[in-house]
């Protein structure tokens, strides 16, 4: 039976493509009616084309296993894009590149003179206790003064169709990769609405990128060496660091490959001897970069990095310390950090947030753990969380517990009713609960993605969509109505 | 380049070069012994011996069947030379390289990875082998065609051309020692029918038969078997051809007096060699020496070009002859 946009059941939340039931958004009318179009066998035959172009494209994200191996699954994607108006993206575009400049602000504010906390916008305490402010980077004047020059912030919307930003990426966002793999599957698979309908492309990504980073090198030249710096094909992302330097043109490095010289400057080791390295995308977190600054026990890093770093003779993005902004208490902070920099109005709001640390607010999370979620300061990849609304009793009160030993750390917010899009499950649609992660470049100029990477919680009902906890994805389709 | 991606771009190759020949004599190998009398049939150990694994797989098998061999061979995840051993391992390399290859080969790479897994059962099948094993060496060949026709002819594809000609040599040395060992030892006059149809098999086992009739026009003897196989400047798996491919690609690398002056001396012997005259015996030496001057050839390029990148630490991809 072919899909059937009236047995589409949406109750009490928004949907991005069908309206109410039978009747799709505007947006989406030449899709849906489109994909009730094809028939069983049909659809099938495109979910399994998708299948195929996965495999044969070798699109994998890499899983650790309780066995401590880790395993390349292939990713996880429905065929049915979600769509977003040209018009609305325009807007929350605006609104991230006035979030992730105030943030740039902000962090060069706190490795200098730290006004926000001698104004006392932002507590002391916050800053004293963050996990992620790294002492090593205070006074150091990185290029153009931005350190979070990739930033990837996650956006939800709520059932009244509010969009909110629920977090900021600041280390080493990843999840691009898939954005541009979900579009070139799309193309593969359905070549006909790309004909005919006025999709906003997203493949100039890689060469912004590459722009963005070579804007940071230290010595002036049209080609400067830029590298993508890996801890290699055991990492998690390691298929996104390989696409990206590919698609960029610069090399793939590991830790081993690179050495600090008696000069204080970068160079890889190289067929003809050591060769001068500029700028060092480095998708390795702060503490692993350089055993000599951080870990002394890493391995993955290069001995020196940071002293070359400081001296200006390597440009290293994300800077070390960029992650100060990354951290949910910080987060709460954004519309205040937004009004203290710029004396602008957020643009693109945040999600209601309860501070534990604030003895109100942390006794109304105390009192209200079943409708809140709860979430630790400094954890990605949604580990940690409590769904109170789904946790047992027990689990709340281990919690209670946790807040209480260490109320810095936790934060709270209400259960957003996620919106949903269609999936296909078992050759018909069902609504799926998703996200967005756009992606934000600064750099000498600012750049958006156009849309950016949706995440779905392939599970029904769940509103996880990390593909560590069974996620998928979706493209993502700025469409201009206007024009079409 | 990396000295890394410049030690696994020639391991890929290697590898992918391996799959595709021991692909080729185990089909060889099924075809001679259909034609074959029973009695005299050579059997499946020449290939445990020509890859060089008799003690792993004297250790896995209780004795030397068809079935065991042709296991062994293909789909052997213990034996590291094993068809499928050598595909994951270059499709491994592969991965960490995948910034430098083109993109439809890497794609080529990775769903040949997926044929070889997914046919494994059709490749034990003796019904269904030959069709695996083509697939196989067809596979192969489209990545070399799409490396050759879409990747820039830079010091990356040097790296990877000099890997797939020193694998080829390799591979042709052991082929010819292990083939001629149980022939008749000279030229008789009066040939058994199946000398011929052995010394074909050789030509066989590196597709060399059409092509050495083009280019001797003659009848299949020993000693113009062995003079095109090791000297034809031609034919692409001889070993003189092999020598001159991976000169050509040390030619343009920086700082290659060692390895070259080595090369120099292995062309000489190669060229220089009478092998009509060479009994049996001297046979197994000259190839003997051929193997040593093989093998440290590839320890010079390895410490030329690929130690700057292990002196910190092993990559995580170790790259390691099965021989």
Redesign the interface.
Known sequence: MPIRWRDYKIRGLYDELIRSAGRSRDVARPLCKYLSSLNDAELQDRKAAAELAIRVMGITFTVYSEEGGSIDRAWPFDIIPRIIPKEEWDRIEAGLRQRVQALNLFIDDLYHDQRIVQDKVLPAEILAKSKNFRAQCVGVNPPLGIWAHICGSDLVRDKDGTVYVLEDNLRVPSGVSYMLENRQIMKRVFPELFEHSNILPVDDYPSQLYDCLASLSPRPMERPEVVVLTPGIYNSAYFEHAYLAQQMGAELVEGSDLTVGDDDCVYMRTVEGLSRVDVIYRRIDDLFLDPEAFLPGSAIGVPGLLRAWKLGNVALANAPGAGVADDKVVYAFVPEVIKYYLDQDPIVPNVPTYLCMERKERDYVLANLDKLVVKPANESGGYGMLIGPQASRAERNRFARQIRKDPRNYIAQPLLTLSTAPTVVDLHAEPRHLDLRPFILSGRGMYVTTGGLTRVALRKGSTVVNSSQGGGSKDTWVMDVEGA | ??????QQTYWMARYVERAENTARIINVNTHLLLDMPHKATPGWEPLIEITGSEALFHRIYPEVTERNVVRFLIGDETNPGSILSSIAKAR?NA??????IP?EA??QL??LH?ITKSGLQAGLSQRRRHEYLRDIIMGVQQITGLLAGTMTHD?GYD?LRMGRNLERADMTTRIIDVRSADLLPMESGSLGPFETIQWMSVLKSLTAYQMYRREVQGPVRRRAVLAFLFQSRQFPRALYHCLREAESCLQH???NDTPLRTLAHLQRTVNEAQVNKLEQQDLHRFIDDLELGLADLDRQIATT?FD??TT??T???AAQPNA
């Open positions: 380049m990396l000295s890394r991606v410049a491994e991965r960490t390289i995948r910034d430098i993109r890497w794609e990775n769903a997926l010091h790296f690398l920086p700082r070009y700057l990148a910190a630490e990559p995580a991809v």
